[in-house]
């Protein structure tokens, strides 16, 4: 089971770019990376996923190094709606119901500040 | 696209009560569903995993004689809690997989919390 380790919290004030990192050790040829996004009282939302190097898409960045056992998701000029708990998650990324290998850590609160 | 409805938000009923939450995929066919609980502060735990047309398949831990998980159709599944105590308030979401922005991720719903009295 691929587990992953971030930082409990972090603080960071408006426009300022933030940098959650997580690490996963163990993770599988197959897995994908994937971030979700956690607001109080609702369900998590999809950030974004990769598998090796660099993502971006319209919120978000996504850094995977070569040896894949970490990622970092940036978020560029955080605003107060940002303030959320962020999930990493490690796994493999297809439709055969097995969702036992989703392994869902505390997250990270963020916490933007004006 | 992608979207996954769930209902309703919020219930507060009294203990000894049954609860029904439903969980429907709007834009897609969801052959599997995965119910999670959330207590305040705490991760997503997985309960189970509902497979249309068949039966569901609960995690160690969790009762299925009290969760009652029924997936009649492909595109919603449902999570009943029988005979609801206290200690099952929760906050209770369910997610279904799908393409989204080119990417096989969970989608979820809004979540329902569930006060039990």
């Known amino acids: 089971l691929a587990k992953t380790t971030q930082p409990i919290s972090m603080d960071s004030y408006e426009g300022q770019e933030v940098n959650i990192t997580c690490s996963h050790n163990?993770?599988?040829?197959?897995?994908?990376i994937t971030w979700y996004q956690q607001f109080p009282s609702q369900g998590p939302r999809f950030i974004i996923q990769?598998?090796?190097?660099?993502v971006t898409n319209e919120v978000a960045s996504l850094f995977i190094p070569a040896d894949r056992k970490s990622s970092t998701l940036s978020l560029p000029r955080v605003s107060l709606s940002d303030t959320a708990v962020y999930y990493c998650?490690?796994?493999?990324?297809?439709?055969?119901?097995?969702?036992?290998?989703?392994?869902w850590g505390l997250g990270t609160s963020l916490a933007v500040n004006p | 696209g992608a979207v996954v409805s769930q209902h309703p938000s919020w219930v507060i009923c009294k203990s000894g009560t049954s609860v029904k939450i439903e969980c429907r995929s709007l834009?897609?066919?969801?052959?599997?569903m995965f119910w999670y609980r959330q207590f305040p502060k705490q991760s997503l735990m997985l309960m189970a995993t509902?497979?249309?047309?068949?039966?569901?398949?609960?995690e160690q831990g969790v009762e299925k004689d009290k969760f009652l998980i029924n997936h009649a159709s492909l595109t919603l599944s449902t999570l009943t809690v029988t005979s609801a105590h206290p200690e099952d308030s929760s906050f209770y979401i369910c997610s279904a997989r799908a393409y989204f922005s080119g990417a096989n991720v969970l989608t979820f719903g809004a979540g329902s919390r569930l006060t039990v009295l």
């Open positions: 163990n993770i599988a040829t197959n897995d994908y």
């Open positions: 509902s497979n249309e047309g068949s039966k569901a398949t609960y």
């Open positions: 990769g598998y090796k190097t660099k």
């Open positions: 834009d897609f066919q969801a052959t599997t």
């Open positions: 998650l490690v796994g493999p990324s297809n439709n055969a119901g097995n969702n036992r290998k989703l392994i």
